[in-house]
């Protein structure tokens, strides 16, 4: 299967600082890439559709200003938490659909994200 | 109402013993269907998509009812490696769409 890879896989920041988390597809073209948040327990929730060269589309409820989604290139998708908070501590995880031939999202390791 | 509602568990079954899953989905207009499985901290992986006429791979039978709205998983002969969090997975579209995930079953094999 296609390959997605996520950086980094963990970390923990102090509140009120940005955090960034990069999402590549290493072996196909991402035309499509989403970004999913699981708290504990609980199952993971699309946040955001974006297409390359595209602005994200947000679900109801999700910040755009506080997360803020890039596409630049056919691999390589950001989401940069803005002004983190302890409530933003989650489990954040990609997925790309696009050229791998395959009707199927790959799903990056995810980002496990701790906010102090 | 939850979009996918599915049993968490968890379940305890013995090694070798059959084990079958629910989930319901209340949104008419999906048009695909998965079973997903997640280990511990780690990303969901596509276990089998789910099609109308019910399919098989191995061990693992899927089966949907639209008219109920209704999935099941069926696993035969369980192994100890078989222990995960199963997730019924929607969407409208396939691969292209975002996916409405349930919140998993969590099934524990027993030696």
């Known amino acids: 299967g296609a390959v997605v890879s996520q950086h980094p896989s963990w970390v923990i920041c102090k509140s009120g600082t940005s955090v960034k988390i990069e999402c590549r597809s290493l072996d196909f073209q991402a035309t499509t890439m989403f970004w999913y948040r699981q708290f504990p327990k609980q199952s993971l929730m699309l946040m955001a559709t974006?297409?390359?060269?595209?602005?994200?589309?947000?679900e109801q409820g999700v910040e755009k200003d506080k997360f803020l989604i890039n596409h630049a290139s056919l691999t390589l998708s950001t989401l940069t938490v803005t002004s983190a908070h302890p409530e933003d501590s989650s489990f954040y995880i990609c997925s790309a659909y696009g050229t791998s031939g395959i009707d199927e999202q790959f799903f990056g390791p995810g980002t496990r994200l701790t906010v102090l | 109402r939850k979009e996918v509602e599915q049993d968490p568990g968890p379940f305890n079954v013995p090694e070798g013993a059959t084990v079958a899953f629910n989930c319901t989905y209340s949104?008419?207009?999906?048009?695909?269907f998965f079973w997903y499985r997640q280990d511990c901290r780690k990303e969901p992986k596509l276990l089998m998509s789910?099609?109308?006429s019910g399919n098989e791979d191995g061990r693992f039978t899927a089966q949907l009812n639209r008219a109920s709205q209704y999935i099941s998983l069926l696993i035969r002969d369980s192994k100890l490696s078989d222990s995960a969090t199963y997730l019924c997975v929607v969407n409208k579209r396939g691969g292209a769409d975002g996916l409405t995930f349930g919140k998993g079953t969590h099934l524990i094999i027993q030696p």
């Open positions: 974006s297409n390359e060269g595209s602005k994200a589309t947000y």
């Open positions: 789910v099609y109308s």
């Open positions: 949104n008419s207009a999906s048009q695909s």
